[in-house]
């Protein structure tokens, strides 16, 4: 008799830390790992959402698809960190995190970009709908982890849609992400420039 079934299982580690608060509203870092013997990214965004170490949210299904697959398979885990670890859909709401919560958060920023072959940064590039003291926060933190990044400039990519005017890209989030999208090496010395 023939059969036209198999069955196929692998193990996916997943990892989240938070912060030891109630509803842990804080979350430091969230990886996914497959194969340990592959190569690893870093995607850095804006802020955490609903995502964690069991849960998915859309932004973290559409980097998990996309490196599974990406350079032939190359990749074996991810970790995701963001410029600010405050857990919130929304971003207008970042003026409610506390300064004590968030100092841990640089410790596994460096940590994840030590620890990565490539850093995606994806914190976005929009943020006019936030208030004008959120949107200063915003840029003075970006230009914190600039200063931090510059020790990985030869690890830095960016998310780009095939169609973007490579002299003036900036950063995308992968919310919108798509199966063509590539990755393309970005120089953060020259063209980081935030709107304010």
């Known amino acids: 008799m023939c059969s036209f079934t198999k069955v196929v299982s692998e193990d996916i580690k997943s990892t989240a830390v938070f912060s030891d608060d109630k509803n842990n509203e804080y979350r430091y870092l969230l990886t996914r790992e497959w194969d340990s013997n ?26 998990h698809n996309l490196m599974m697959d990406y350079e032939g398979k190359s990749y074996g885990s991810y970790s995701i960190v963001n410029l600010f670890a405050y857990r919130s859909t929304d971003p207008k709401l970042l003026v409610n995190r506390r300064q004590d919560y968030e100092m841990e958060n640089d410790k596994f920023l460096k940590e994840a970009f030590d ?71 970005y120089n953060i010395k020259s063209r980081f420039e935030i709107d304010s």
């Open 38 to 63: 592959k190569k690893k990214a870093t995607v850095i965004m804006l802020n955490p959402s609903k995502a964690t170490h069991l849960k998915f949210d859309t932004t973290i299904m559409n980097v």
């Open 115 to 185: 620890n990565s072959n490539i850093i995606i940064v994806a914190w976005g590039r929009d943020f006019s709908k936030v208030n004008a003291v959120t949107r200063r926060d915003i840029n003075v933190r970006i230009s914190n982890v600039i200063e931090m990044l510059r020790n990985y400039q030869d690890k830095i990519y960016i998310f780009w849609d095939g169609k973007e005017d490579l002299n003036n890209i900036k950063p995308r989030h992968p919310v919108l992400l798509k199966s063509h999208w590539k990755l393309i090496k």
